[in-house]
């Protein structure tokens, strides 16, 4: 079974702080994606990696795929309250369709 | 467009009874995910269908729970008897590829309390 474990569960920060949350696995993942999750909504992608090595920024936001592609990282620059939120990591599996995501790091970011 | 929508929002019931929830995917996708979010859990997948045909259903919680897709545009999740235990929020996603590389896109999910 493949499982995903994130880190830290919970994050309290004040405005323009930086932060990175961690997700890792023993398994191997053929893509990892993050997921960003509002009260009352459903999640909404930011970012998929598929190449070990891989890094991605979405402003201030910065996505890398371990070389290895059994963990991932999010590094938020200068966070802002409208950064608050659930961010879920997913990993497709690698014999078929579905997608599995770890327990999540509720961001809470105060003015 | 329209993105997937879900039905009921919000459901009480008492235990024993039958709950049914609905979905309807985007138009063209061909996937179509049952996800379960609870505090302690975090979001579990329930079942998955490609192409209105169950693939895995080893996230299926016991008997009790069943989904059904009759066509690529309905699917429905079926708790019968109901337990306090099912409170949870229950998302409906759709995806154009699937997992391995597809964005999911989610409904606002349909928040499921039993009494």
């Known amino acids: 079974t493949q499982l995903l474990e994130q880190s830290p569960q919970f994050l309290s920060i004040q405005e323009g702080e930086n932060l990175t949350v961690y997700c890792n696995s023993s398994?191997?993942?053929?893509?990892l994606q993050w997921y960003r999750q509002e009260p009352g909504e459903g999640p909404v992608l930011l970012v998929t990696v598929v190449t070990g090595g891989e890094v991605k920024k979405l402003k201030r936001l910065t996505f890398q795929f371990g070389d290895a592609r059994k963990d991932s990282s999010l590094h938020i620059t200068a966070a802002q309250p409208g950064d608050t939120g659930l961010y879920l990591c997913?990993?497709?599996?690698?014999?078929?369709?579905?997608?599995?995501f770890g327990q999540g790091t509720e961001l809470s970011v105060k003015p | 467009d329209a993105g997937v929508i879900q039905s009921p929002r919000h459901e009480v019931t008492e235990m024993g009874q039958e709950v049914t929830l609905r979905c309807k995917p985007i138009s063209g996708h061909d996937y179509l995910f049952w996800y379960r979010q609870t505090m302690m859990r975090g979001l579990e997948l329930l079942i998955y269908?490609?192409?209105?045909?169950?693939?895995?259903d080893s996230g299926m919680p016991e008997d009790r729970f069943s989904a059904k897709m009759p066509n690529a545009s309905f699917s429905t999740l079926k708790i019968q008897p109901s337990e306090p235990r099912d409170s949870a929020v229950y998302f409906c996603?759709?995806?154009?590829?699937?997992?391995?590389?597809?964005?999911?896109?989610f409904g606002e999910g349909s928040r499921l309390t039993v009494l």
């Open positions: 997913a990993g497709g599996d690698n014999q078929g369709g579905k997608l599995i």
């Open positions: 996603a759709s995806s154009l590829v699937g997992g391995m590389s597809g964005e999911l896109f």
């Open positions: 269908f490609n192409n209105n045909v169950p693939i895995d």
């Open positions: 398994s191997v993942f053929s893509s």
